[in-house]
């Protein structure tokens, strides 16, 4: 009878404790990412060699959240890769080797780092490399971070989506929601988690306002609504997970607890 | 992920992402309970009971008193 009291105490501090948590800390928690797929599409028989070169692939992503798989079919003239991420076609690949730095990239091991480290979230602002637009909208970031009791544990990196170093990162981001490709603007995305973007802001949504309302997002109590419908994309990425450091966010809300509100 | 955007004319009337929609209206934070008034049955069942209970003890007692009455005659 002792043991059934203790059993529903702890199970009931447990339950208390996950509505506290809050939502950028829980994603990193107990969110896994979701899984991208590389298919290998060929028409004939795979040679040994390409059988060789692909293993080689798939030893190396066995980390990060993608899996490989081959695929035989007959409307295919030249063999190639397609990364796919929930039967959505992200990125088309001619070669093998432009596969390279699919799963890691010195930026993202960045964010990575900055995400275990206990920040709230990282914001990517995409760049046009129109210097115009692009500062309107660094302003308005570096403005509102500021202002923002948060501001010291969100990190700001930026990428220009003509990165030749980036580019898969770029195009992964990109890809977050099907229209962003063909939008010519500066975007914000807020990275949290185990690498989810969030769909970004951008050009003229790129205002204090609504940088402040994705801050209160991330600062939220993880309510069950958020933990059923987590929004954006999980970005590829060959990162360990394991031990985070404690969230920042818990010291300032412990410091002042009315922003904890 | 919005797989399927919704189609717009200008970048202006471009839809904004569901997260921030829903945490402007509010959606995404723990909503407080809401206190309803609920119709009060209380008195009416206090007077019922206690009418039931009247009439029983009234009934037991008569019926007691009438017996030993009887037995004694």
Known sequence: MKAVYYRTIILASLICLACTTRVSEWVLLNALPDQYTLIYFHKNPVTETVKKQNKEVVDGMKTANIHFKTVARNDVSESWYGLYYEERLFIRFKTLPETKNIISSPLREKISSELMSGKLCVMVYLLTDNREKDDTGRKTLQKALGASPFGSIISVVELSRNSKEESIFASLLLNVEDDLKDIREPMLFGVFGRFKALEPLLGKGITEENINLMIDYLTSECSCLIKDDLPGTDILFNGNWDNPAPALLNTIIDSNPALGL | ?73
């Open chain 2, 1 to 73: 992920m919005q797989n399927d955007t919704i189609s717009y004319d200008t970048l202006d009337s471009r839809p904004l992402p569901k997260w921030l929609t829903d945490q402007k209206s509010g959606v995404n934070t723990i909503q407080p309970q809401k206190i309803t008034m609920k119709e009060d049955n209380s008195l009416k069942i206090s007077f019922i009971a206690t009418t039931i209970i009247i009439l029983v003890a009234v009934s037991f007692l008569t019926f007691y008193i009438l017996r030993k009455h009887k037995d004694q005659a």
